[in-house]
């Protein structure tokens, strides 16, 4: 994807490494029938967050996590979620570097 404030990262896409760790609220019996449409389907995530990265440049890793969060939060068996995000290839003599956000559902 293209991300960075350097006039490199905004002409060349680059690799993004995205963990997602959510606290999810259902109903034990949920699993009683191992039926997904019972729980929360991580594949609509990974598709919003292909979404969010296709829009165009986004300048902060900080900004990149924030959308992907909010976007967590809007389902609502979603109660916490935390996001890291890593650019491996940002610099020739570290491995990568990378932000981490949690946020709870608001009362």
């Given at each position: 994807?293209?991300?960075?404030?350097?006039?490199?990262?905004?002409?060349?896409?680059q690799?993004?490494?995205?963990?997602?760790?959510?606290?999810?609220?259902?109903?034990?019996?949920?699993?009683?029938?191992?039926?997904?449409?019972?729980?929360?389907?991580?594949?609509?995530?990974?598709?919003?967050?292909?979404?969010?990265?296709?829009?165009?440049?986004?300048?902060?890793?900080?900004?990149?996590?924030?959308?992907?969060?909010?976007?967590?939060?809007?389902?609502?068996m979603?109660?916490?979620?935390?996001?890291?995000?890593?650019?491996?290839?940002?610099?020739?003599?570290?491995?990568?570097?990378?932000?981490?956000?949690?946020?709870?559902r608001?009362?």
């Open positions: 994807m293209f991300i960075g404030i350097d006039e490199h990262e905004k002409l060349v896409p690799p993004v490494i995205i963990s997602v760790w959510l606290d999810i609220k259902f109903e034990i019996s949920h699993f009683k029938n191992d039926d997904i449409s019972e729980v929360y389907n991580y594949v609509d995530l990974k598709q919003e967050i292909e979404k969010i990265s296709a829009q165009g440049h986004i300048n902060l890793l900080e900004t990149f996590a924030e959308k992907i969060v909010n976007c967590a939060l809007e389902h609502p979603v109660q916490k979620c935390r996001v890291y995000v890593e650019k491996p290839q940002v610099f020739d003599n570290v491995e990568s570097i990378g932000f981490e956000m949690t946020r709870e608001s009362a």
